[in-house]
């Protein structure tokens, strides 16, 4: 294994520009519309170099460098990007075993990643261990419905929510967690409580409303769906109980989805459901349009890190 100092300088460059699909490379008709371009990943798990190209399955995908210039070319092409992680960036890998979570998080730095939200793994050396990779973040971690309050290194580190303003559009971003208990041993989160995802999102809508947020998105850990699970709360069931929110990035599931699922309202709006599998094999994308203070359908695609 390479030196971290090496490894840090030399994986995110040289790596040659990814072809895009030439329909994202048009400019828009009407000057006067307004792109916002969401870039997503999750359940990265430490896979910081590609699969090895020995036949198996995934052999020669992924790779952060690969994802940091696929990211750099699109920012180049578009002006208003926002890339965002849904949880369980770390374990995996001897990467995560070595340096404990440093690595990822100084990469995803180096790429300009604006904010993720906190999976089951990020756990996985305790409270402690939680405290000794986050200062290598240059990003907030956003978690709504886990409560720090008694854990006194933890209890100012996150916020709820964040609100980010591309080209005058408010875009409000909040994350929620999955259940720790019975999948997280209880010495490793302590005194973290759990609320209850539901309620919280819709406090989380009603909160950014008020802020006059243009576009709302959750940045969830809940994992995709359930069905032999039925008691379980799901970025889908959460679609479904929470109006408001226009986009659930997910993750836990591991669930590769070739197009967002969408879910409508019986108000008419739509919230979108989109998950890109695990390991950085895939990079997501969204792109919302809006035209004199109205919002088009959105387009996608999620890209193949290869």
């Not at 997501?284 to 359908?297: L, Q, S």
Request: glycine share 10%; charged share 25%.
């Amino acid at each position: 294994m390479i030196s971290r100092r090496q490894f840090l300088t030399e994986s995110l460059v040289g790596m040659g520009a990814l072809a895009l699909a030439p329909e994202w490379l048009l400019a828009e008709s009407n000057k006067d519309a307004v792109k916002i371009t969401i870039l997503h990943t999750n359940d990265m798990h430490s896979r910081i170099e590609p699969f090895p190209n020995d036949g198996r399955k995934f052999a020669g995908l992924g790779g952060m460098a690969r994802r940091a210039e696929l990211i750099k070319q699109i920012r180049s092409q578009e002006a208003n990007v926002l890339l965002l992680d849904a949880g369980d960036i770390i374990q995996g890998t001897p990467y995560f075993n070595f340096y404990g979570g440093e690595v990822e998080l100084k990469l995803m730095s180096q790429m300009g990643y604006d904010a993720a939200t906190i999976g089951n793994h990020e756990f996985d050396n305790g409270i402690a261990g939680f405290n000794k990779f986050l200062p290598h973040a240059n990003f907030p971690y956003l978690i709504a419905n886990y409560d720090f309050s008694g854990e006194e290194s933890l209890k100012n580190a996150f916020q709820p929510y964040k609100i980010f303003e591309k080209q005058g559009i408010r875009i409000g971003v909040f994350g929620l967690g999955i259940q720790l208990k019975g999948l997280v041993l209880d010495k490793f989160y302590g005194n973290t409580k759990y609320l209850d995802p539901v309620g919280t999102a819709k406090e989380m809508v009603q909160t950014l409303k008020a802020k006059k947020c243009d576009l709302i998105i959750c940045l969830s850990h809940l994992g995709y769906r359930y069905d032999d699970e039925p008691h379980k709360i799901s970025d889908y069931k959460l679609a479904q109980a929470v109006e408001g929110i226009d986009l659930i990035i997910g993750g836990h599931t591991h669930t590769f989805l070739d197009k967002p699922e969408q879910v409508t309202h019986p108000n008419g709006h739509i919230t979108l459901i989109n998950q890109v599998g695990w390991a950085g094999i895939r990079l997501g994308r969204v792109d919302f349009i809006f035209e004199k203070g109205k919002r088009k359908p959105a387009k996608n695609a999620n890209y193949a890190i290869r």
